[in-house]
């Protein structure tokens, strides 16, 4: 079955501190990867993503992202936390035979960035 | 305006009711799914649509339905609402050469 995991419910972080957000999935095949954020009362929204070529892909906001699949993984990253990054975080998978039709995501990581 | 619209944005209804969401988008993509979110569950597929004529179920559909009324609306309804219901729902749209999805502002429905 496939199925993504984020093992960590909440991270906590200093303002200034480099921050790395938890993922593993579980597919058939090679992947499409992603991660959405989710600000109070909002929709989700696209951060970034891995289709093919470079294992480190940059996002928006700062954020990038690090493709290893010896240990499928694909865990966020930022280098400087700033207390606006606050807010919790999707990662989500897709095989590539399904055409990204139909993204399967992990139960989600709230990330709290302290002054 | 919002590229992907959900209507209302929260509701209130009682067990045994019938209740519809709406969404629209104006991405003008074919690929419209509707989520729902639980605490610690993360979001799970309710219906996908692929395009008018195309209808699919996903992980959670029993005690929902879906309509495609065109390529920009696609509602959820709930035909008899049960407290478990109560969630947070999103709609989406897709785009099938980026693989990025575009999400509503959701609908936060508790049944009572």
């Known amino acids: 079955a496939q199925s993504v995991a984020q093992p960590e419910d909440q991270v906590n972080v200093a303002e200034g501190n480099p921050l790395t957000v938890k993922c593993t999935y579980s597919?058939?095949?090679?992947?499409?990867l992603f991660w959405y954020v989710q600000y109070p009362n909002r929709g989700l929204q696209f951060l970034l993503k891995?289709?093919?070529?470079?294992?480190l892909v940059k996002g928006s906001y700062g954020f990038e992202a690090e493709f290893n699949k010896s240990q499928t993984s694909f865990h966020l990253k930022k280098p400087s936390a700033l207390v606006s990054d606050s807010a919790l975080y999707f990662c989500?998978?897709?095989?590539?035979?399904?055409?990204?039709?139909?993204?399967?995501f992990g139960s989600g990581t709230r990330l709290s960035i302290r002054p | 305006d919002a590229d992907v619209t959900q209507t209302p944005r929260n509701r209130i209804t009682k067990t045994g009711k019938r209740i519809m969401l709406e969404c629209s988008q104006t991405?003008?993509?074919?690929?419209m799914y509707w989520y729902r979110q639980d605490p610690g569950l993360g979001l799970r597929l309710i219906y996908y649509?692929?395009?008018?004529?195309?209808?699919n179920k996903g992980e959670i559909s029993d005690g929902y339905s879906v309509s495609r009324q065109a390529q920009a609306k696609f509602s959820l309804s709930l035909e008899s609402a049960i407290p478990n219901q109560t969630a947070l729902y999103f709609c989406?749209?897709?785009?099938?050469?980026?693989?990025?999805?575009?999400f509503g502002s959701g609908t936060r429905l508790t049944v009572v």
């Open positions: 649509s692929f395009d008018v004529k195309d209808i």
């Open positions: 891995y289709i093919t070529g470079d294992n």
């Open positions: 991405k003008g993509h074919d690929r």
């Open positions: 989406a749209t897709s785009d099938p050469y980026s693989y990025g999805y575009t």
């Open positions: 989500a998978v897709s095989p590539i035979d399904s055409s990204a039709s139909k993204i399967i």
């Open positions: 597919v058939s095949g090679n992947p499409y």
